[in-house]
């Protein structure tokens, strides 16, 4: 990954955003820093546009996690290119708390009812049991559960 933490075609408005990752806009956002488009009494719609590109990877999969408090994905990585998670993903988190570290060693903390778009190069640690969903590349991430799964089940031998 080039440090580039937003999609560069983005029209986000970055200037609002809860933190910086080493200079960059954060990859996730809360629910107020999504941009409101009607507001009418008994609803609210809001819309971030430009939330990532899934250009050229196919069949989105919809997938749901329940993570406890210490899970670490990162040893189940390894011996994947980099030893990262090579698939974007889209997602809400619904409870808790997980840490995305990317390939180049920059961090952020995503918390209960956050957006986030993670690029492919990313490894995450939950540090508050969490329920997150995510829209994935079928293909791509596929593969990696598929990898980890096989890291499981070489450590359960």
Same mark, same amino acid.
């Given at each position: 990954?080039? $440090?580039?933490?937003?999609?560069?075609? /983005? @029209?986000?408005?970055? /200037?609002?955003?809860?933190?910086?990752?080493?200079?960059?806009?954060?990859? *996730?956002?809360?629910?107020?820093?999504?941009?409101?488009? =009607? @507001?009418?009494? $008994?609803?609210? #719609?809001?819309? =971030?546009?430009?939330?990532? +590109? #899934?250009?050229?990877?196919?069949?989105?999969?919809?997938?749901?996690?329940?993570?406890?408090?210490?899970? @670490?994905?990162?040893?189940?990585?390894?011996?994947?290119? $980099? +030893?990262?998670? *090579?698939?974007?993903? !889209?997602?809400?988190? =619904?409870?808790?708390?997980?840490?995305?570290?990317?390939?180049? $060693?920059?961090?952020?903390?995503?918390?209960?009812? +956050?957006?986030?778009? !993670?690029?492919?190069?990313?490894?995450?640690?939950?540090?508050? +049991? #969490?329920?997150?969903?995510?829209? /994935?590349?079928?293909?791509?991430?596929?593969?990696?559960?598929? *990898?980890?799964?096989?890291?499981? #089940?070489?450590?359960?031998?």
């Amino acid at each position: 990954m080039s $440090g580039t933490r937003y999609p560069p075609h /983005s @029209d986000v408005d970055r /200037s609002n955003r809860s933190g910086t990752t080493n200079g960059a806009a954060t990859m *996730h956002v809360t629910k107020n820093d999504v941009p409101v488009k =009607l @507001d009418v009494p $008994g609803a609210t #719609a809001r819309q =971030l546009t430009g939330f990532g +590109d #899934a250009t050229g990877y196919g069949v989105i999969g919809a997938e749901y996690f329940s993570l406890a408090t210490g899970t @670490d994905i990162a040893p189940l990585l390894e011996g994947l290119e $980099g +030893d990262v998670c *090579h698939a974007p993903h !889209w997602g809400y988190l =619904l409870e808790g708390a997980v840490v995305v570290t990317y390939s180049g $060693g920059s961090e952020e903390t995503c918390t209960a009812s +956050d957006l986030f778009y !993670w690029p492919p190069g990313h490894s995450v640690r939950v540090t508050a +049991d #969490a329920e997150v969903i995510l829209f /994935s590349p079928e293909a791509e991430h596929g593969a990696v559960i598929e *990898h980890m799964g096989e890291k499981l #089940a070489g450590a359960g031998s």
